[in-house]
């Protein structure tokens, strides 16, 4: 009843002329998306001519990141327009690496949020525990924090549009993947954190480590609606065999 959503995140890597090369290869590929959605999210630089690749196939495009305000003396940000402007119907919001690394907090994600609905993005918000964390029995309490303070005063009609990512930060280009068990346990647990009217219908994809050789018994758990994609959404037939789980 939820389609799934296999995501790939390209974070910082491909220029324009290699984003454009992965772009036509799936494109040219066979992908079974009568029943789910791929979506690629390639640097800012390389949205605009990845979407023109993409626009007669159904793979969607989404940005890494969006600022809150449409416009202004905001130096280096990037606002909803602008990613609307550039072909994208998706946005990635509050990943760990921003938080961890550019100091982003629940509340900059709020923000962030607030403004890809405003825009109609599709958002995809990141939550997940650090090693530290996991280890001092503290993911749940930082889970839950997480989700009701990123996804604080959001309409129902709102919140059933957000996509969640629960990427767990120890097993993101790790090569450590959670079991299924572990990721289903922490899905799970979120939907039980969503408004009750819409949290049966959202999708909460799972992210970290991600791989063709994982992908199909972390999609066989009942609360795992599809996959956020770093290394492995790289190389053309990783990602076509992802999608094609
Ligand atoms: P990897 O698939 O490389 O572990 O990255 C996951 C991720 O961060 C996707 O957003």
């Not at 992965?22 to 992908?31: C, G, H, I, Q, R």
């Not at 079974?32 to 793979?59: M, N």
């Not at 990427?167 to 647990?189: D, K, N, R, S, Y």
């Not at 999609?219 to 076509?240: E, H, R, Y």
Request: charged share 20%; with cysteine.
């Amino acid at each position: 009843m939820r389609r799934p959503i296999i995501a790939g995140n390209w974070k910082l890597n491909k220029t324009i002329v290699e984003a454009v090369d992965l772009a036509n290869k799936l494109k040219a590929a066979t992908l079974k998306l009568d029943d789910r959605t791929a979506v690629v999210c390639p640097p800012f630089t390389a949205l605009s001519a990845v979407a023109d690749a993409l626009r007669d196939s159904d793979i969607a495009v989404g940005g890494q990141d969006i600022f809150w305000e449409d416009s202004g003396a905001f130096t280096g940000e990037i606002s909803g327009p602008m990613l609307k402007s550039a072909g994208c119907t998706y946005v990635i919001i509050g990943h760990s690496e921003r938080r961890q690394l550019f100091g982003e907090t629940n509340d900059t994600v709020n923000k962030k949020l607030l403004a890809a609905l405003k825009n109609c993005l599709f958002p995809i918000v990141c939550v997940g525990e650090t090693l530290e964390e996991r280890k001092t029995n503290q993911t749940f309490e930082v889970i839950k924090s997480q989700v009701n303070n990123s996804l604080a005063n959001l309409t129902n009609e709102q919140l059933a549009l957000t996509v969640i990512a629960y990427e767990p930060v120890w097993a993101i280009g790790t090569g450590l993947t959670a079991t299924p068990a572990q990721a289903e346990e922490v899905h799970a647990f979120i939907r039980t954190l969503l408004c009750k009217e819409v949290a049966e219908g959202m999708r909460i994809l799972y992210g970290g480590s991600v791989k063709p050789d994982n992908v199909k018994e972390l999609m066989g758990q009942k609360d795992i609606d599809g996959a956020l994609v770093g290394g492995a959404s790289l190389k053309a037939p990783d990602f076509i065999s992802l999608i094609n789980y």
